[in-house]
């Protein structure tokens, strides 16, 4: 299992398609990835959709022609904390993560589905953002 961007002894680790879900999902919060279309778009399935913290509905193409535009979409912008990775295998090649985020004084869980395609790349299917009210604990 990775949480709080460390990894846990090998023995503890997750199944594999956990760990490689993680590591994409945190690739789309490096700014290099949301500035270049391609990279961007490599990572999601034609079929994506979040629901974002504000409550707005995002497709495939709405998504990686913003993500230049939102917080952590260039070197200067101001970068997305994520942390408290977990992830499930709900079914051979679909993955399930959840963790949280911290974008200035905003902070949200969320929550992700990866999907293989057919030539295996995962793809990111769902995405969900919640936010978290202030002085809200954990769970």
């Known amino acids: 299992m990775i949480q709080n961007n460390?990894?846990?002894?090998?023995?503890?680790?997750?199944?594999?398609?956990?760990?490689?879900?993680?590591?994409?999902?945190?690739?789309?919060?490096?700014?290099?990835?949301r500035l270049s279309g391609p990279l961007a778009e490599a990572l999601f399935d034609?079929?994506?959709?979040?629901?974002?913290?504000?409550?707005?509905?995002?497709?495939?193409?709405?998504?990686?022609?913003?993500?230049?535009?939102?917080?952590?979409?260039s070197e200067s912008s101001t970068p997305i904390t994520a942390e408290r990775f977990e992830g499930t295998v709900l079914a051979p090649g679909i993955v399930h993560l959840t963790y949280e985020t911290r974008i200035e004084d905003r902070h949200a869980r969320r929550s992700s589905i990866w999907r293989r395609d057919a030539a295996g790349q995962f793809r990111l299917s769902y995405h969900q953002a919640t936010p978290v009210p202030g002085g809200t604990t954990r769970p």
Not at 54 to 73: D, F, I, K, N, Q
């Open 46 to 73: 034609l079929d994506f959709i979040e629901v974002g913290a504000s409550g707005r509905r995002w497709t495939h193409e709405e998504m990686v022609a913003a993500l230049p535009t939102l917080h952590g979409g």
């Open 6 to 33: 460390q990894h846990v002894p090998e023995a503890l680790q997750q199944h594999p398609d956990v760990t490689e879900a993680i590591v994409l999902e945190q690739r789309l919060h490096d700014p290099s990835v």
